[in-house]
């Protein structure tokens, strides 16, 4: 049975960022390719569903965390559009699971002011799934916590079509000058409008692929890769992907180091 997402230390209470740490130097925005589920309970002898099921404690673990610390925005990949190539109970595990888990933390993650949103194409998924991410989207979008992003027959190939279908079609309405279209117009028609860009990527279970998630919007992000397997994710493993994040200098292309600890690396 899994914990409730509620704890004594109320998400929307920021508390001092880790010692070592440097708090003006978080990440706004974390990414995570929650990776390793399967191999987890294989090696307990469990079946892979088990692995997910741990999955949600390792989310709830680090969605607390994010918000703890001040970290404005966290995206994960929950289900990807090549997931339904799966076995089909693993895939109704997994939309049995997505449902279970909304209704049964809606709650906790309202009281806390977490604002969900689910980034995808979401008609493809089960009607009451459906339902209840409206409500949750509906009942959160006013609020002022860390923004959670679930990322539920997501693909970032898809979601760049979709733009561009987009554009054009408001191009040949005669709304939209193709002339005129830059990044900026551009990102205004990814799922993720309004989101800023991850500054860091946390893959798990060793894996060194982008597995077509947000291609757009990791251009210039960070990318820490762990050993540990996504339901072993856990405060250390958390704390030690932002060390990692805080000793990068990041140049987004040029040659200035953008901040003073980056001279003389
Ligand atoms: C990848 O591991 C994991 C997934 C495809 C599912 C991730 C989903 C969760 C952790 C549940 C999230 C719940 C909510 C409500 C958002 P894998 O199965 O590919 O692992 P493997 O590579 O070891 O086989």
């Not at 994960?76 to 449902?99: C, H, I, K």
């Not at 709650?107 to 949103?117: G, H, P, T």
């Not at 995808?120 to 991410?133: C, F, V």
């Not at 079509?161 to 990814?190: M, T, Y």
Request: a negative charge; one cysteine or more; hydrophobic letters at 40%.
């Amino acid at each position: 049975m899994s914990r409730p997402l509620a704890t004594t230390t109320a998400f929307s209470e920021v508390s001092a960022c880790p010692s070592g740490l440097d708090p003006d130097r978080l990440p706004a925005h974390v990414a995570v390719i929650m990776d390793g589920n399967g191999r987890w309970a294989k090696s307990r002898g469990l079946p892979r569903i088990m692995g997910h099921r741990a999955g949600v404690e390792a989310l709830k673990t680090t969605l607390r965390l994010c918000s703890k610390w001040g970290i404005r925005a966290l995206t994960v990949y929950a289900f990807s559009t090549e997931n339904w190539s799966r076995p089909g109970d693993e895939v109704n595990f997994l939309m049995t699971l997505f449902q279970s888990v909304l209704q049964r933390e809606l709650e906790s993650l309202q009281s806390e002011k977490v604002k969900i949103s689910f980034l995808g194409d979401l008609k493809a998924l089960p009607d009451r799934l459906q339902e209840l991410i409206s409500e949750a989207t509906n009942l959160t979008s006013g609020n002022t916590g860390i923004h959670f992003n679930v990322c539920t027959n997501y693909g970032g190939r898809r979601e760049l079509v979709l733009a561009a279908q987009k554009l054009a079609e408001r191009s040949v309405k005669g709304e939209l000058d193709p002339a005129l279209i830059d990044e900026n117009i551009f990102a205004e028609q990814l799922f993720t409008a309004g989101e800023v860009d991850p500054d860091l990527l946390i893959r798990t279970s060793g894996e060194r692929r982008i597995s077509n998630f947000l291609l757009w919007q990791l251009a210039y992000t960070e990318i820490h890769i762990t050993e540990v397997l996504w339901p072993d994710f856990d405060e250390v493993a958390l704390k030690h992907a932002l060390f990692d994040y805080q000793s990068r200098c990041r140049r987004f292309g040029g040659i200035d180091p953008i901040t003073s600890d980056c001279l003389g690396t």
